[in-house]
């Protein structure tokens, strides 16, 4: 696919995706959704990726869907608009390597929630966030109202969503919605830190981690209980991952996975 929104760059088992439409602030149009669907895919079968980073180009990270496309939609068109991004976004949380948002400006309305299906934010101290979608008569349409409610708790979730208030980086940070904020010219730095920590790891490990919690989340505390133990069971055994950590450990030495 010939890509003219998205940037990928990919470096020590890091895929770095950036969103490029500056002019309209990198609001997500169909063209987006259907870049984003092909790179999950090529993302998912290169076996160097360990981790993929979602960042914005210009001032924003993304201020939300495409307003100029939405307007003239019909019912049925708004319906599947909604279904095209809400399966874009979780098909993130269906990777088996973390995928890390790194916001650098307005994450609002539709950019709050592709940041919301990432596995976890790093935010820039000039980030934005918000859920504007009732200034225009819309609410969210890419899960934001289940996600937002799952990572900041009920009053602050409907808070946002009820008065489209735009919050920045420390509010996001208190509410949960981020988990760690840097000055905007650390941000990428910090970023690729972090993602290096994963890197490092095993990796059959990382995406155990991620299907075990994201799943969990899913199911009920036992299903999740027992979902961990038959993981956790799997890293064990001959040539298996847990195996060749612990060994390593015992012999004072790095693992190689
Ligand atoms: N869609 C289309 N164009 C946009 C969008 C957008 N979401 N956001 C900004 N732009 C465009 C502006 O129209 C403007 O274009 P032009 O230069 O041609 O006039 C350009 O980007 C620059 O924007 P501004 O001049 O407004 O820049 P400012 O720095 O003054 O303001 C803001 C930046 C605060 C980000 C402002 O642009 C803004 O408020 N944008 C809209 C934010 C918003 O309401 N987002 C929510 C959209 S709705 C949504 O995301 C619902 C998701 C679920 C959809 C479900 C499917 C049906």
């Known amino acids: 696919m ?20 500056p002019k309209a602030m990198n609001a997500l149009n169909t ?11 090529e993302i998912s079968a290169n076996k160097d990726v360990k981790v993929m980073v979602i960042t914005g180009d210009g001032k924003a990270f993304v201020a939300g869907a495409d307003i100029a496309e939405m307007v003239n939609k019909n019912s049925e068109e708004g319906k599947s608009f909604s279904e ?3 399966n874009t976004f979780s098909s993130f949380g269906k990777m088996d390597i973390p995928v890390i948002a790194a916001i650098n400006g307005f ?40 996600r937002l409610p799952r990572l900041t708790g009920m009053g602050d979730a409907l ?37 290096g920590l994963i890197v490092a790891k095993g990796p059959q490990a990382i995406k155990k981690v991620k299907k075990v919690v994201r ?7 036992c299903e999740g209980e027992k979902l961990e133990a038959q993981e956790f069971g799997t890293l064990f055994g001959e040539g298996n991952e847990g195996k060749v950590g612990m060994t390593a450990f015992l012999e004072k030495r790095k693992p190689e996975w």
Do not use: H, W
């Not at 009820?162 to 990428?188: S, Y």
């Open 31 to 41: 063209r987006f959704f259907n870049e984003m669907d092909q790179l999950v895919v």
């Open 84 to 86: 095209l991004g809400q």
């Open 215 to 221: 799943e969990g989340l899913e199911s009920s505390f």
């Open 107 to 146: 994450a609002l309305g539709g950019g709050l929630e592709l940041a919301m299906g990432c596995d976890f934010r790093l935010a820039s101290t000039k980030a934005k966030f918000g859920q504007p979608e009732v200034n225009l008569g819309l609410i969210p349409g890419y899960a934001g109202t289940q």
């Open 159 to 195: 808070y946002l969503l009820l008065t489209a208030d735009m919050i920045g980086a420390q509010d996001a940070l208190r509410m949960g919605l981020v988990q760690k904020v840097f000055e905007p010219e650390e941000l990428m730095k910090e970023t690729m830190k972090i993602a």
């Open 2 to 21: 010939n890509y003219e929104i998205l940037n990928t760059e990919i470096n020590d088992g890091i895929a770095v995706v950036t969103i490029s439409r």
